[in-house]
Each structure stands twice: as structure tokens, then as C-alpha cells.
């Protein structure tokens, strides 16, 4: 067990590309682990790492007061800047809990003192029991791949390092640490699975944690694989404010599962909350391939997932695009719509649209709408809209003359017989064309 905890952290800084410039915030509990990290950080002075350290009393155990002091020490005696959070979880306070209390303080802190990473702790063996704990509780590629090294803006660098490999160098250094007691009692899921499954299961497999974690890198690199399918497949999609649309066709051409996962990402995009069932993705992919009506419309966290036309939607509720009459009393008037983006008329010789004069009006669909067409006389627009997505109806645009004569509509074209100056319609911020998803 030789091996070089300072060096192993130097060569995982360059593989993020810091710099002295770099803000760190290091969680420290005073424990083995985090202790050797505030030590290793320490050590690398001629990198001149900007860093300050957190430690967290949760108020669960008595000697949580005592492990903050610990910290609080050290971080004096290298003259490095602690912040101590002070919890009242009480001792019934779950893991859970006790965790979301403190990765909470530690990003409030981050922000606050404009700090780029948190910097934790976890080693190898903690990577295998996170491994296992979500194989008990279900997961799938996503989750068994473990703790990344680097999660958004959360440094793992010691994933690589056993636990006994931390020790061996804290006495080896001569460096003290806290040992927390309640670590060698099973009152919390992790314990458990350390004391008590992972003993058994090693007298099946001495290597079982190197098992485990390997498990989690062919995970990582599966998903690596899947995600650059699924890239080419987003990348075929169109965004929307609110959502996002691909053809059905596009779908029709891929695996199942290759469905699943474009079902879970785009859910993961558009919602903050729930959870998404391996039932739930099935039935929608289901639907798909089969081109039915969804089971289900809105998945957890209010997703939507519907059909738009010959487009498979997937986000929030798309507004509602009417808009009442707006009076354009020259060409360079700006039209603000609800959510297609603003428009103005410019001058055209082969523009669509025919006026003979100004004033003229702008709006959505009403009932009754009808406009006049060569060879056809009155046609109802109900019957012409009907072509285009229920959801894109409304803001489908319909201009007319002061007397509420229709000169032309959109999807329908010029009224016949109107005659003038042309325009065409100039958008400067267009969200997305009706046209595209007329079926």
C-alpha cells in the first residue's frame, strides 16, 4: 500500500485543468478520508491552490461539535479559512436528510465566496457501496456506473484510492483523524451494506468491491456509447420553448431502447421532481413504434409526451398561441405574438401577402372563419386547419380588413381577389414554423 496520495491529487487537478485561479471548497468532517484530502491540498503549496474548507455538525451526534473543532485546527494550524456549519437535525435524522443538509451548505458556501468546486472525499470502497446500495434499491446504466470523478461541479479525486490505502498513508504521515462511531452501527443503509453484506459477500468473492466498481466503469462506458447515438438522434429533433418534437420516422428507425433512453433524457430535461418507472418509458416507446395514443400523457414532474401530427412531442404544456386583434396601421409595425416571436410587413414583389391599404388586422382563428378561394368561393378555415397539430391551430395568423374581411390566412394563403401592394411576413425572433408540422 505505497500509494502517493499527493501525487494521485496533483495528477487529478491537471485532469481538470486547475489552476491558481481555481476555487475549491473541501468538505471535511474530520474523518480519515477528508482528513487526508485537507492534508493532500495542504501539500501541494507550490501550486498555489486557492481553497477554503467547510465542516458540517449536522446536531446528530454529541461529538459533532468536537470533530468541527478537529477540523477547525488544522485548518488554523495551515492558516486556511474554515466555515463551520452548525445543523439541529436531531439523532432520528435519516441519512438522507443529514446528506441533503450538507451538500446544501456546502454549494451556499460555494456561491457565496464564488468558489468553482466542491472537493469530497469519497475513496474506491465507497464507490462500490454506492454500486450495490443502488442495485438493492433498483437502477439502471445511469446509476451503475457510480460517482463520477467529476459530477458538474463536485471533485471526487480520491475515487481511485482504497480506503486502506488512505490510512496506511495518514499513519504513515502521522496525521490524527475523528472516527465517527455511529460508522459501526447499522442504523443507515450504507452501514449496513458495509458491515454486514459486504463481509459475506467477499467470503463468495474476495474481490467483490473490484468487481463492483469495474461493473461501474463498463456502465460509464456504455453509456458513453448510447449517448453518442442518442446524440445524432437530438440533434434531428426540434427545440421548442417549452419542449422539444422529432418525426416520427426518425423514431421508427431506432432499437426500443434506443426509444427508452430518448424518452429518459428528454424527461430528466424538462422536469425537477418524480421519478420515471421502467413501465412508464416502456408503455410510451410502446406507443411509438405502434403510433397510438399515449396511456398516459403526462409522465412525473408534469411531463408531457404526445403526438404533434407526424411529431412525437415530449416536455411541458405548450401555451395556448391565440391572440386577440391587433390593428397594424403601416408595414413597420412590430407584432409581439404569445409565443411564435415578433413579426413586422416588409415589402415584397412576391410576397404572399396582398394590401390595398393600411389599416389592416392581425389575429388568430375565431369559429365561423372562412376565406374566399378561386373556383371554391367561401371555404370554411376549420377544414383547411385541420391539416396542422390540434396545439398549433390557435396561433396559426389570419389577417383581415377593417370590415372583417379575410385577405389572407395562414395555411390557406391569399383570399382571391384581393389585389395591392405585397408583403411578406418578416420574423425577427421566430420560434418555430406551423408549416413544419402540417400534416
Not at 394590401?355 to 372563419?369: A, E, H, L, N, Y
Request: hydrophobic share 40%; charged share 25%; glycine share 8%.
Amino acid at each position: 500500500m505505497t500509494v502517493d496520495i499527493v501525487n494521485t491529487l496533483e495528477l487529478e487537478l491537471k485532469n481538470i485543468s486547475a489552476d491558481e485561479k481555481t476555487g475549491f471548497l473541501l468538505g471535511c468532517s474530520g474523518g480519515a478520508d477528508s482528513t487526508a484530502l485537507l492534508h493532500a491540498f495542504c501539500s501541494l503549496i507550490h501550486l498555489n491552490l486557492h481553497f477554503e474548507v467547510c465542516t458540517v455538525n449536522h446536531g446528530i451526534r454529541e461529538e459533532g461539535a468536537k470533530d468541527a473543532q478537529f477540523v477547525e485546527k488544522i485548518c488554523a494550524g495551515y492558516g486556511i479559512r474554515c466555515h463551520t456549519v452548525n445543523g439541529d437535525l436531531g439523532v432520528e435524522s435519516s441519512e438522507d436528510k443529514a446528506r441533503e443538509f450538507r451538500h446544501s451548505s456546502f454549494q451556499a458556501i460555494l456561491e457565496k465566496e464564488k468558489l468553482d468546486y466542491i472537493v469530497l472525499a469519497h475513496n474506491s470502497d465507497d464507490q462500490a457501496e454506492t454500486i450495490l446500495m443502488r442495485i438493492i434499491r433498483g437502477t439502471g446504466i445511469r446509476g451503475l456506473k457510480g460517482m463520477g470523478k467529476l459530477d458538474g461541479n463536485i471533485f471526487r479525486p480520491f475515487l481511485g484510492i482504497s480506503r486502506d490505502e488512505i490510512l496506511f498513508w495518514l499513519m504513515g504521515n502521522s496525521h490524527m483523524w475523528h472516527e465517527d462511531i455511529t460508522n459501526q452501527k447499522d442504523i443507515y443503509f450504507r452501514n449496513r451494506v458495509r458491515n454486514t453484506l459486504f463481509p459475506l459477500m467477499e467470503k463468495e468473492n474476495s474481490g467483490i468491491k473490484t468487481a463492483l466498481i469495474n461493473l461501474g466503469k463498463a456502465s460509464k462506458e456504455s453509456e458513453e456509447i448510447i449517448n453518442g447515438v442518442l446524440y445524432n438522434l437530438i440533434e434531428n429533433a426540434i427545440n421548442l420553448p417549452w419542449g422539444v418534437c422529432i418525426r416520427h420516422s426518425e423514431l421508427l428507425s431506432c432499437t426500443p431502447a434506443l426509444i427508452n433512453e430518448f424518452v429518459r433524457e428528454k424527461w430528466r430535461e424538462f422536469t425537477a421532481s418524480g421519478e420515471l418507472s421502467r413501465q412508464s418509458v416502456e408503455s410510451c416507446t410502446e406507443s411509438i413504434l405502434q403510433k397510438k395514443s399515449f396511456s398516459n400523457e403526462f409522465l412525473p414532474g408534469g411531463v408531457r409526451i404526445s403526438w404533434l401530427g407526424k411529431f412525437v412531442y415530449i416536455g411541458n404544456e405548450i401555451p395556448d398561441g391565440s391572440m386577440d386583434s391587433v390593428i397594424i396601421g403601416s408595414p413597420e409595425v412590430i407584432v409581439k405574438t404569445p409565443f411564435r416571436g415578433s413579426f413586422y410587413l416588409e415589402e415584397n414583389p412576391h410576397g404572399e401577402i396582398s394590401v390595398s391599404s393600411f389599416p389592416i388586422t392581425v389575429r388568430t382563428r375565431k369559429p365561423g372563419d372562412h376565406i374566399k378561394r378561386m373556383h371554391m368561393g367561401m371555404v370554411s378555415l376549420k377544414s383547411i386547419y385541420a391539416s396542422y397539430p390540434v396545439k398549433m391551430r390557435d396561433s396559426l395568423l389570419i389577417f383581415e380588413e377593417p370590415e372583417g374581411k379575410i385577405i389572407w390566412a395562414e395555411g390557406a394563403g391569399k383570399a382571391f381577389g384581393v389585389e395591392g401592394t405585397s408583403y411578406s411576413i418578416n420574423w425577427i425572433d421566430s420560434v418555430y414554423d406551423p408549416e413544419f408540422f402540417r400534416m
